[in-house]
């Protein structure tokens, strides 16, 4: 589950039996993962929050869209 405080998005990802704190803000992101933390890179579970917030909005912009008629030609 995610949540959304004005520009900031955190949540938890569960991978491999294990639980990531993520946070995507504007000037930088955090995971609670070794490689985020140690090598200072970022993550698959960094990604997938993004992605996965991504999606949602994609979805909503097209749940308001009406489709387009198509006509025969």
Known sequence: M???R???VSGYVKYAG???GV???PNGCFCSCEDALVRKVLCKHIAFVAMAELAYYAAERSAHRQ???VRPT
């Open 18 to 20: 294990k639980k990531y």
């Open 67 to 69: 489709p387009e008629e």
């Open 23 to 25: 946070t995507l803000q």
């Open 2 to 4: 995610f949540v959304q």
């Open 6 to 8: 004005g520009v900031e």
